[in-house]
């Protein structure tokens, strides 16, 4: 478990580590494979974490019942709620992805340090319905136990691939027929003015919290696309920068009838 | 400075502790009053925070140079860049509120639980150029050290109030002619269909991150908006979602010329 908490190990045993009675769940609902359930049997009183670790006790699953001092010494929550588990999860490849349809939106996440931003960042993708987030560059990954929290385990359910370098993705967008659509402080057009091409797939690529994107990352984007900025502060939270560029984008293009809930 | 660790205290001292370089930065370009900096020499690097404190020290501030040891107790930070301070401020009241201009945006944030949220959203509302942000309710308040930070020190730059209780702010809202609108995620229109008065102040009004609006607060409002949810999940985070709405209304009224940078 402890082994988990290094990107590479997650990376290699296609493992991760979950927190939380929601991100647990989400886990299950998905159909992941279990390796083991953490539990806190004396603190656990929420009947949905019960029902899920009765499904999987019956499904063959490891469930170890901890006592509270050595859950808290495994949990990184404040208040642990006496839930974790290890999951066989790990995001896909680009070459995983399906071919766009041209009302899809994409998120290229680049470089991001924290990762419960990046939590966040997934938990909004998936409110704005896309068809896929790739998170791209160093930093954090996907599989960090509080990004999988902070994603209230929209993590698991989004079709969600990794790039190491940001010039994969891109290079899949231009070949996939995908239109980049980069965020910067100092563009010109506004999210509101900027034209983007209709029935075309478009993808949202954001930088680094501090950084913004790399610069080789901003030039090969198609279209530059800035948030206004009408207060003391020069940017947003990288979270809920994307989910103002997503949202404006989807109001002007509702997703297809049928392809989702 | 331990002792401003408690809501209560930070309320009554109109005090409150400040770490990091760009929230203390901006607590002095505020012009706020300083009553101690807490410094780490031996880590300290940046030279903006160097010649803040010298400014500070000018001014006659005592600025305690700790060993990395001492700093990193009083830390919060996973990296403390050893800059914290002791300054005197304090979120307003109702009451000191300027009127309202027909094309301001205010915000509601009612019993968040969490102080990096509340300092995600006070950025998120600056980003927008909102008039003022009430923080109403229980639940955390922005004068925590975690709110502070997230919202990169902006906190001290927005006209901020609080309200023990939610329907003080809505009876504010009501009496100066500010048009309440709720999130809900039940709301019949969406909010790029909802219709909202021209010319009109307009409050954001959204609520705790696990249940959202207390039901009273909700049926106060004079408009409810839903933010469409097109993935597995059923909510939004709620800076994110408070920044989709607030960009949305911006959308559709810039800010009057001359009135934010």
Known sequence: MRALGDRRVRQTDGACFVEGIRAVCEALDAGLPFEAVLLCGERLRSTV???????LRAAGVPCVDLPPSRFARLSDMDNPVGLAAIVRWAPGELADLAPPA????????????????????????DGAGVAAVVVAGGGT??????C???SL????????????????????AGAAGVVTIGTSAHAA???????????TALAVVVGNEERGLRQETAAACDIAVRIPMLGSATSLNVAVATGIVLYELRRRRPPAAGRRP
């Open 141 to 146: 990954d996907a599989g960090h136990r509080r």
């Open 49 to 55: 974490a019960l029902a899920a670790i009765e499904r």
């Open 102 to 125: 041209p009302e899809d939106l994409y998120v290229v996440a680049e470089d991001l340090g924290d990762p419960g931003n990046l939590g966040t960042l997934l938990r909004t993708a």
């Open 189 to 199: 057009p506004s999210v509101w003015e900027a034209e983007v091409p209709e029935h």
């Open 153 to 172: 385990g929209t993590a698991f359910r989004l079709p969600l691939v990794r790039a190491d370098e940001p010039g994969e993705a891109i290079a899949w």
């Open 148 to 150: 999988l929290r902070s």
